[in-house]
């Protein structure tokens, strides 16, 4: 309403320029009125372009339209009587209204029924501090059992994957994506444009495709240039992963599981079937 909707609207009416300016006067009407600070001579002046926008309204939309667009004159006056909207505005009653109305199940003790839902809400919030780790052999496990575990990569544990043998392209990817999520990567990068531009400085003359072609050496020079080094993480980084690599219908890292979306859709299917 505030800014979304004068764009959305700009190229539906080309050729009514009034209404394409009056819809955008509304929302600039909105965005001062739901300001976190109240300015009053804005507000004033708003209040007499409102009258203005609801005159080019009527001259385009029905009188139905204008049911409750009447009261949006008075809102600017409340505004500089009452102070932010933002205090007074009733969504988020409107919303734990809804809630309440969900509770109610029995129609015939409406009050009680809510009353023994909302108690019954708060004791499963309760028991939920108490109970972290979930139940054994549960996939939705809390996430404290994955945080605290300190293994590099324990997860998926005690599932066989099904094994498959990267391509070129797929394997290029991967080692390219893992060295640059390391922070000692940064440092090597700056040491091989350096020896890229002493290459170029010295007399050859590298034309663009072949200066594309060294650059894409990157990894070949770095693991000459970490030949003689002693093992480190980032040598084994350099090194490259291996090409076999294993696929999971379901991995959990951190407390969050990740499935294919056809496991996914499974899911959703059997839980439709048996509720």
């Not at 819809?23 to 409102?50: D, P, T, W």
């Not at 392209?169 to 994506?177: A, C, D, F, I, T």
């Amino acid at each position: 309403m505030q800014g979304l909707l004068p764009v959305f609207l700009m190229y539906g009416f080309k050729k009514e320029k009034p209404l394409r300016a009056a819809i955008q006067q509304l929302g600039i009407f909105f965005k001062v009125l739901c300001s976190k600070v109240i300015n009053r001579a804005e507000l004033s002046q708003i209040q007499k372009c409102i009258v203005e926008t609801l005159c080019v309204f009527e001259t385009y939309f029905p009188p139905s339209f204008f049911v409750s667009m009447t009261h949006v004159i008075h809102l600017a006056e409340e505004a500089q009587l009452c102070g932010p909207v933002r205090y007074r505005w009733m969504y988020q009653f409107e919303r734990m209204m809804r809630t309440y109305k969900r509770y109610g199940r029995n129609k015939t003790f409406l009050e009680g029924s809510i009353a023994e839902q909302y108690i019954l809400e708060e004791a499963m919030r309760h028991c939920m501090e108490y109970i972290p780790h979930g139940i054994d052999r549960s996939h939705k496990r809390g996430g404290r059992t994955y945080i605290e575990n300190e293994d590099e990569c324990p997860y998926p544990s005690n599932a066989n994957g099904k094994i498959y043998r990267l391509s070129g392209l797929q394997y290029e990817q991967v080692r390219k994506w893992v060295l640059k999520q390391s922070s000692e990567n940064a440092e090597w990068e700056e040491k091989y444009q350096t020896y890229l531009r002493e290459q170029n400085s010295s007399g050859k003359r590298v034309k663009a495709t072949q200066l594309k072609i060294k650059t894409m050496n990157y990894i070949p020079w770095l693991r000459q240039q970490l030949e003689k080094e002693e093992m480190t993480h980032f040598k084994r980084l350099a090194n490259g992963p291996d090409s076999d690599a294993l696929a999971y219908k379901a991995y959990a890292v951190n407390g969050y599981i990740f499935t294919q979306r056809m496991q996914n859709l499974i899911q959703v299917h059997r839980t439709a079937e048996y509720p």
